[in-house]
């Protein structure tokens, strides 16, 4: 079965993979092949800000993943939504860009990914960003990257101040800035919008090179396995309409399905952990036992509360709110449609003794329900969440095929609080909250808790509590990540898989850690950075394939 050739193919057109489709057109001498399971990015959904609360439970735009009962978790399974969509995550997250901290990237280098530390990785956060805010009604600028990240401070919802107030009454740190040069404190999160709408990774890099001669994309198409010459990935097949195609590559194939569906591929296609893929009936071209595993998520639990003031319920539950609020936005692209719900947080020490922020704070001016396969629902009564969730966890989880089928969702094991490590920072986390919550400003500001309160629970119950009622961040990421060799890694640090010719994995799987943070921004940064890697090497071996 013949296909068409390309120089490239990168399969997935999510965060890392529209980054790949733009930087590896642009000088117009290579050709690229661009593969997405999901469809067209354009609704109105996506496009709206707000919108990612209806996208979180639609099948058309969402894997909709579960994990395996997870026995810390009190045996409880976790709703995984990822993106099967043009844009991928960065079409239905909710839009927090966070680079992380300096020391993530420091500890990317020192466990074995050369050339990934923080000195060398801001360069390449700052070139892809455009800074936006609103100054005296004007939309002001600062840097001409592709990627626009704006300050909403001037739109948080007045609720956010108390937070900020309360955060120095605790002897917290604030910012301005929390992508800036002081990266701790409580501040207003920067958003991926621009203008009013979202700025996904597809209208940011790929939304400008499809008018390229250079560059095909197939959406709506399911990979089903790498091709094979010896050693060397030489093309893949994939389903579209019910009929199996084949796709040729002259130089590489270049993973970029997500933490998730990057190691799936890769188990399909026989690289993987020799017995496991035998037992799925899986010739193995290459013994790769970390394939699917080191597998890190963030784990946060919410803190409801009542308010004795207005917040974003007052306006967002009842439907004259809601009708306002939509004709607003459609006359000014401004209010609360443009907005997400998570309007501040941070990075905070959770001790005094601590050497570097070890929590991320999220305080939102709402609160709202996820039942079973619904949307979220905003709560009649005003109301306010605090969250916490610990930076740099050390357990580590598992994502395996549980078929060779490729139409079958993996196998997700999140093992989470496996390590004493974990514990304890969860029972640090809730006393850290518990400073806040006694303060002066929030004490004045909660009218009743929806749950047992941190401030007054002890160590054992705040455990039991967290995992009973803790869920994913949705930032999993290390699955194939970058290190010194097959024994510890998948990949090398020019994000090459070990023992295979002319194939890489780039995207979020190849983190060798998760970063402290939201993960979107530096998934772009390492696709950035990978495009800069994969160039490098198509000219030190000779430039364009023939």
């Known amino acids: 079965m013949a296909g068409e050739k390309f120089d490239f193919i990168v399969v997935g057109a999510g965060s890392a993979g529209c980054v790949l489709a733009d930087r590896l057109t642009q000088c117009g001498r290579h050709s690229v092949l661009l593969i997405e399971a999901g469809g067209s990015d354009r609704k109105l959904r996506i496009r709206v800000p707000i919108g990612y609360g209806f996208t979180f439970m639609d099948p058309s735009v969402n894997w909709q993943y579960d994990t395996e009962p997870d026995p810390e978790l009190n045996g409880r399974s976790a709703y995984w939504p990822r993106g099967k969509v043009i844009g991928g995550s960065s079409s239905i997250n909710a839009m927090v860009y966070c680079r992380g901290l300096p020391h993530d990237f420091d500890d990317w280098a020192d466990s074995g990914a050369a050339g990934w530390n923080w000195d060398r990785v801001r360069p390449i956060f700052e070139r892809t960003e455009t800074k936006a805010r609103r100054r005296n009604g004007r939309i002001e600028t600062t840097g001409k990257g592709p990627l626009w990240v704006t300050d909403e401070v001037d739109q948080a919802h007045p609720v956010t101040a108390r937070f900020l107030d309360a955060a120095r009454e605790a002897h917290w740190p604030t910012t301005a800035d929390l992508n800036g040069r002081q990266k701790e404190g409580l501040g207003i999160f920067h958003n991926t919008t621009r203008k009013g709408w979202r700025c996904s990774a597809s209208d940011a890099f790929l939304r400008p090179a499809l008018g390229r001669s250079n560059l095909k994309v197939i959406s709506n198409a399911v990979v089903e396995r790498l091709l094979f010459d010896g050693r060397q990935v030489i093309g893949l097949t994939y389903l579209r309409d019910g009929q199996s195609h084949q796709a040729n590559a002259r130089r590489e194939v270049i993973v970029s399905a997500g933490a998730v569906n990057s190691p799936k591929l890769l188990q399909l296609s026989g690289l993987g952990p020799a017995g496991h893929l035998q037992d799925n009936g899986i010739k193995v071209h290459a013994d790769l036992p970390e394939v699917g595993g080191g597998l890190q998520d963030h784990l946060a639990i919410n803190y409801y509360y009542q308010s004795t003031v207005p917040t974003l319920n007052n306006k967002l539950q009842p439907w004259r709110g809601r009708v306002m609020a939509a004709l607003q936005y ?56 605090l969250s916490y969730q610990p930076c740099r966890p050390t357990s580590r989880g598992r994502i395996d095929i549980a078929s060779n089928d490729p139409h079958d969702a993996p196998k997700i094991k999140a093992n989470s609080l496996t390590t004493n490590e974990d514990r304890d920072a969860v029972i640090r986390g809730a006393r850290l909250l518990g400073e806040l919550i006694k303060t002066p400003t929030m004490s004045a500001l909660i009218k009743s808790a929806r749950q047992p309160d941190p401030a007054s629970m002890s160590d054992d119950d705040m455990l039991q509590d967290f995992k009973e009622r803790a869920s994913t961040v949705y930032h999993p990421t290390c699955t194939c990540r970058m290190g010194t060799d097959a024994a510890n890694s998948v990949l090398d640090a020019r994000l090459r898989v070990h023992g295979v010719d002319r194939l890489r994995v780039v995207d979020a799987s190849a983190f060798p850690n998760v970063t402290s943070g939201n993960t979107n921004a530096p998934t772009i940064m390492l696709a950035q950075r990978g495009a800069d890697l994969i160039l490098e090497d198509t000219i030190a071996a000779g430039g364009k394939a023939e």
């Open 330 to 385: 459609a006359l000014t692209r401004r209010g609360m449609l443009s907005l997400g719900i998570n309007q501040c947080g941070g990075f905070i020490r959770s001790t005094p003794q601590a050497t570097r922020a070890d929590m991320q704070i999220y305080c939102n001016p709402a609160t709202y329900s996820t039942g079973s396969g619904t949307a979220p629902q905003i709560d009649p009564e005003p109301g306010f969440l």
